[in-house]
T-cell receptor, first 113, second 111 residues
Framework: SQQGEEDPQALSIQEGENATMNCSYK?????LQWYRQNSGRGLVHLIL?????REKHSGRLRVTLDTSKKSSSLLITASRAADTASYFC?????????????FGTGTRLTIIP | DTAVSQTPKYLVTQMGNDKSIKCEQN?????MYWYKQDSKKFLKIMFS???????INETVPNRFSPKSPDKAHLNLHINSLELGDSAVYFC??????????FGPGTRLTVT
């Protein structure tokens, strides 16, 4: 089974609303990362949260990590049309750091203008 | 200015052919990767190289052979292409313990 699974698979909200995506994983991790992928493009790194951190902010993004529940959430506040994309969580379980990211199945976010 | 570049962007070829995809990064990173993204958008790592040495090979068929001539380049050669190889292939790079930077992808279509 996949290491990371995002929930929901697809999400449509009105512009200006907040969007929350969740990620669950199965084994212990060094860190968890969130990436965005616009249609037809490569992935763009959004935020990295280490296993000893519980919450992290970057602009309109807020990520939480609960290692006891093996889950993470990504909150995008005051959504904009440009936020329309697929969002992936990725877990790093490698011994040496970041050589082996395991990506989740992704959440397709659509912001309705 | 491009951080991670891949060529070609699109590749259409017939079964049985051999093809190569090139990747270059100008970020000074020491680790490079190849990922495969299937039609359902599932992204899976194939290879990881650190300082030109292979450190991860995720049970990829022998038909796939990565080559890293230097730290800034990681090319992917595919022999005897099969229909199931059709996918988008992404190159990425990073420093250890930091985020990865992805290239724009190469869409491979095998007919």
């Amino acid at each position: 089974s996949q290491q990371g699974e995002e929930d929901p698979q697809a999400l449509s909200i009105q512009e200006g609303e907040n969007a929350t995506m969740n990620c669950s994983y199965k084994t212990s991790i060094n860190n968890l990362q969130w990436y965005r992928q616009n249609s037809g493009r490569g992935l763009v790194h959004l935020i990295l949260i280490r296993s000893n951190e519980r919450e992290k902010h970057s602009g309109r993004l807020r990520v939480t990590l609960d290692t006891s529940k093996k889950s993470s959430s990504l909150l995008i506040t005051a959504s904009r049309a440009a936020d329309t994309a697929s969002y992936f969580c990725a877990t790093d379980r490698s011994n040496f750091g970041n050589e082996k990211l395991t990506f989740g199945t992704g959440t397709r976010l659509t912001i309705i203008p | 200015d491009t951080a991670v570049s891949q060529t070609p962007k699109y590749l259409v070829t017939q079964m049985g052919n051999d093809k190569s995809i090139k990747c270059e990064q100008n970020l000074g990173h020491d680790t490079m990767y190849w990922y495969k993204q299937d039609s359902k958008k599932f992204l899976k790592i194939m290879f990881s190289y650190n300082n030109k040495e292979l450190i991860i090979n995720e049970t990829v068929p022998n038909r796939f052979s990565p080559k890293s001539p230097d730290k800034a380049h990681l090319n992917l050669h595919i022999n005897s292409l099969e229909l199931g190889d059709s996918a988008v292939y992404f190159c990425a790079s990073s420093l250890r313990f930091t985020e990865q930077y992805f290239g724009p992808g190469t869409r491979l279509t095998v007919t």
